[in-house]
């Protein structure tokens, strides 16, 4: 597309529905029973005329975004709400631009406004992520595109910017032309801190004939990659590993991450960790399974640390920490190789750090840089779909996925809108007793259905069975 349309975000809905977890899930400081899921519809209208309604929806989640004890989650949930009024606000006022251009010309001006109102980055851009990826799914829609071939035509007008300086001379139209989304990509199992791994941890059974053991999990997905979190204490997480080698190691040639989510006070700690699997025998097979460790460090100290001494181990990446757009290139000069992508801190920060990892790669002559693909629990629907057009386009052949597993399906939505999308999308969802869910066959998820007109999909969820959101009560009074 030699010219990327211009267009004005002219209204926005903003809405959201509450949901439960079928059975509790434990990440860092907080065990999760359930929840609530922003949804945002924007009418943008181009420079010709012509108008469009687009959708975006993700998780309002609480002490993810900002890991302050001394914030309630309801707090936690102002703040992401706060996040996206300020978007909102920004954009209205703003003039005529391409998809890119609302991003790029109104990140600093976020960011700027969120750290007045105390909203650190990360949470900031949750507002903006949100607002992008709707108002680029009405604009995909007007032109009745799917994401992948949009993307693939710079419909956005992806281009040089001073919002990512070190990428002045990239050829971002080049990356995008030349990008293969894949169809199959293969589901990475979370195994979070409290989730049991074989029957004998139970003493309550949530019996709706869904698998809940990390053995049942494995038995009935056949996943050949998994998430292992693990929670600061050498001594515990040891044994829990060496608990879950039991079951995975009886699955020969399974590959696993390893999620620090914080939890470790400094590199040396997660190097002693490291040391400490290393002279676990009943860990020799999973040590070797580890491809990557993920944001081990507490974010205050994540980015002022070298991570050299663990990288000799394993590679390193950056995901709570990829807080400002050039977050990644700081981690580039502690040990950092990695990144995360999250369709809740935004596509285009997506793309961009993919041209970094293209651009260093080249530089330095071996494939050393890479993103990885994680979860927020991205529920049924436009949220998981979306996440997954991304990860498809950036080529990320595994990425992680926890939502099927700890939210039943189209869990609180009407059983008519469930229908509707697993019509639609009918190998990335499967009819079960419990209603549409997620279909993992043999460990991977079918993502043709997603080659759709707009952002991952057509169809749009009900809104009338939704709650309007309301005012943030953010910041607070002190």
Known sequence: ??????????????????????????????????????????????????????????????????????????????????????????????????????????????????????????????????????????????????????????????????????????????????????????ARHTVGLVDPITADDQTLRVEDGLPETLEEVANTYGHRWWKLKVGGDIKADVDRLSRIAGVLDLRPGYRASLDGNEQYEDADGVVALWRAIEAEPRLAGLRQAIAYIEQPVKRAQALATSMDALAKHRPVIIDESDGPLDAFVTARGLGYSGVSSKACKGIWRSLINLARCRAWNDEEGAARYFMSAEDLTTLAGVCVQQDLALISLLGLSHVERNGHHFVDGFSGRPKAEAVRFMEAHQGLYADTPHGPRLAIRDGALDLRSLDCPGLGATEEPDYTAMEAMPRAAWPPSD
């Not at 990440?27 to 005329?49: K, P, S």
């Not at 829609?141 to 994401?147: E, M, T, V």
Request: aromatic residues 8%; contains cysteine.
């Open 1 to 186: 597309m030699a010219d990327a349309p211009r267009f004005r975000l002219a209204e926005t809905e903003c809405r959201e529905w509450p949901f439960r977890l079928r059975m509790p899930f434990r990440f860092g400081v907080i065990t999760v029973t359930h929840g609530r899921q922003a949804v945002i519809r924007a009418r943008i209208v181009t420079e010709d005329g012509r108008e469009a309604w687009g959708v975006a929806a993700e998780t309002l989640a609480a002490k993810w975004f900002d890991k302050d004890a001394a914030l309630s989650d309801a707090q936690n949930e102002d703040q992401l709400r706060r996040a996206l009024e300020l978007a909102c606000a920004e954009t209205r006022a703003a003039a005529l631009d391409t998809a890119f251009g609302h991003f790029a010309n109104g990140y600093a001006p976020q960011i700027r406004m969120g750290g007045e109102e105390r909203l650190n980055p990360l949470v900031a851009s949750y507002g903006r992520a949100l607002l992008d990826r709707a108002m680029l799914d009405a604009l995909l829609k007007l032109h009745g595109l799917s994401f992948w071939d949009g993307m693939r035509m710079n419909i956005g007008g992806l281009a040089p910017h001073g919002c990512a300086p070190d990428l002045a001379d990239f050829d971002f139209r080049g990356m995008l032309a030349g990008l293969k989304p894949l169809t199959r990509v293969q």
